[in-house]
């Protein structure tokens, strides 16, 4: 039966590719909508149980009524039948309700609901463009993900048995002592209207408190995660103070808002027992007055005081679960901020995937900004024909990376366009362009995965031989085999830590390289790829990747000029716009910015800028 009720939700199942809504409710149905006969069959077997319940106090005011008889023994045979079936209700009807509610809250909802929402939140989060991920902190997004689900589901799980239990226990209650005396549901109907009213108070108060604490939560969460991620510089520069400093601040932030929320519970608690207490009294005065004039029954107070107490023990626990649900309620809305986020860079409908069959790349009056003022690229023209291999020179800020970025559809350009054999990149799926495109970056971060792993990144389907080969072309083979991880795993199947920590940057930049060279796409992006690695190593890659770059339309960034001095063109930008474009000897020949660049660098000494002087020449 477990097993059964396990696979009612299958949390990974595929869904529509809808953004989740970006209303607390809407957000909520979105998620529920998806599983409704669980909660359908949570919704009967939790009524069943409060109709259970209220059962017990009516077999008490009986058990009294029996127990008052002059004949005790005619009184126990004539009220046999009753007595057995409140003994079936008691120890097998409730028993089996509680059984099934219990069941399908705790083997259903709880794990199928939950793997449902982390999934599609995940699924959705992992296709926003790169600048969202550039705007927040990975740990803060992770944990907003991760957390949601389990709020979500709390929150609704809770609510529903806490507005069902409660509504079930007073209308019953009602109807049950309406029919001893209409005056004994005075105190009742007075509790129920003074509960709108507090709820209506509470509610909105305690679920903006709830978010508050949730946000702050969220932003401890995500600074403590940069400390850890950033470990190596904070010791590299014994900075532990200002680091305690930093996370200090909004852990006593955080504590503020949980206390302002904690102030608010206690008084939503305090004024709810206070409430419950007088309709116990209440109820209790007025069912003793009416006892005395002889118009109900002992067996009927006995009936109405413990339905009357039911009522108060469950508010009693909707007051213990509500601080519990306010507080999943703003921990969803934290959550929403990361997940309800429409994507920004979306293939079109139409999109077709890329086809590439000669590798020309065109920039068209391309101009870009990221939103400022100033644009990082003015209006580019720039022809790259298949199979031409060209550089990007510049300083720092010039724009080349933007350059790159742009082709990727990492974002789209403000003005102009960008061609792939004739096809606009904004007119193709983005998938289909990144896989016709091999790149290796100066900043490689590796998954924590095995080595085996990090280079079939570049083609899933690569067997082993093709990934070995491809190491020994990256000069990474004779590194790796060598490797052992912390679970004494080695060579290919060792992993290689979080960004790939456990290697060196060179290492590293050999891993990504390989990982390029198994993808083979006929477009190669080279930025920086031979950064981090030393002369000789470099050397030798050089080589390779001459052989690599072969029928390959190539386009490679390198602040040091020698890198790139023997691509077939060089294009020179500055300030966002093209200014030289040539061979190396050409732009020599020139003296214009180039040759200014290569005479810094060759003079052996580097210059944070380039004099107008010669930038204007």
């Known amino acids: 039966m477990f097993r059964f009720l396990e696979s009612l939700i299958h949390g990974t199942r595929s869904h529509a590719a809808a953004t989740p809504p970006g209303s607390l409710m809407t957000f909520y149905w979105h998620f529920i909508r998806q599983t409704p006969a669980p909660y359908a069959a949570m919704v009967a ?150 509960y ?148 920004t860079l979306i293939d079109e409908k139409d999109a077709q995937p890329l086809k590439v069959t000669q590798g020309e790349i065109r920039f068209e009056e391309v101009s870009f900004s990221y939103g400022a003022n100033k644009p990082v690229l003015d209006r580019i023209d720039l022809v790259v024909h298949p199979g031409e291999r060209i550089g990007l020179v510049g300083r720092s800020g010039a724009g080349k990376s933007t350059l790159v970025n742009l082709l990727l559809r990492f974002y789209d350009a403000e003005s102009g366009r960008i061609t792939v054999d004739g096809q606009d990149i904004r007119h193709v799926t983005q998938e289909s362009l990144r896989t016709q495109i091999g790149l290796v970056t100066q900043d490689t971060s590796l998954l924590h995965r095995s080595l085996a792993d990090n280079i079939r990144y570049g083609r899933q389907q690569a067997t082993q031989l093709e990934i070995e080969e491809a190491a020994k072309k990256a000069h990474a083979h004779e590194f790796i085999i060598g490797l052992k991880d912390w679970e004494e795993r080695t060579g290919y199947q060792a992993h290689v830590g979080e960004r790939g920590v456990k290697l060196s940057g060179g290492q590293r930049q050999r891993v990504a390289i390989a990982r390029v060279i198994l993808k083979n796409a006929p477009i190669l992006l080279l930025d920086e790829a031979t950064s981090a690695l030393d002369s000789e190593i470099e050397a030798s890659i050089q080589e390779q990747l001459v052989g690599l770059m072969q029928g390959k339309t190539v386009i490679a960034i390198a602040h040091r000029l020698s890198t790139i001095a023997r691509m077939d063109r060089l294009i020179v930008i500055d300030h966002g716009r093209i200014v030289e474009q040539g061979s190396h000897g050409e732009l020599l020949e020139r003296n214009g910015l180039y040759a200014a660049l290569w005479q810094h660098q060759s003079g052996g000494f580097l210059a944070e800028d380039i004099p107008d002087e010669i930038r204007a020449a």
């Not at 709810?272 to 005065?285: G, K």
């Not at 002889?294 to 067996?299: F, K, L, Q, R």
């Open 196 to 343: 709108a009213v507090f709820l209506r108070f509470f509610v909105p108060r305690l679920r903006e408190l709830a978010k508050q604490s949730s946000d702050m939560r969220s932003l401890v969460m995500a600074r403590v995660v940069d400390s850890y991620t950033n470990i190596l510089t904070v010791k590299l520069f014994s900075r532990l103070a200002d680091e305690d400093a930093y996370v200090r601040q909004v852990v006593d932030e955080h504590q503020d808002a949980i206390s302002k929320h904690m102030r608010m519970t206690s008084r939503f608690m305090i004024t709810l027992q206070s409430m419950n207490a007088l309709l116990l009294v209440s109820t209790s005065l007025i069912g003793l007055m009416l006892w005395a004039r002889g118009i109900i029954g002992a067996s009927q107070v006995a009936t109405s005081l413990p339905l009357v107490w039911q009522i108060t023990n469950m508010a009693g626990w909707v007051s213990f679960e509500v601080a519990g649900i306010f507080e999943n309620v703003g921990v969803v809305q934290d959550g929403m901020e990361s997940i309800s986020v429409p994507h």
């Open 45 to 194: 077997t939790s009524l069943c149980v409060a109709m259970a319940d209220m059962s017990i106090p009516v077999f008490i005011g009986k058990l009294v009524a029996l127990m008052a008889a002059a004949d005790r023994a005619a009184a126990l045979s004539s009220h046999a039948t009753m007595l057995a079936a409140m003994l079936l209700v008691v120890l097998v009807v409730r028993p089996m309700l509680q059984f099934a509610d219990i069941a399908i809250r705790h083997n259903a909802l709880m794990p199928g609901t939950t793997s449902l929402v982390r999934w599609q939140s995940h699924w959705h989060v992992v296709r926003q463009s790169w600048p969202f991920f550039q705007k927040d902190f990975a740990g803060r997004i992770a944990n907003r993900v991760m957390q949601t689900a389990q709020a979500l589901r709390d929150s609704v799980m809770a609510s529903i048995r806490a507005g069902l239990y409660l509504s079930t226990y007073g209308i019953l209650t009602l109807i049950l002592i309406s029919r001893f005396d209409w005056r004994l549901t005075l105190p009742v109907i007075l509790w129920l209207a003074s």
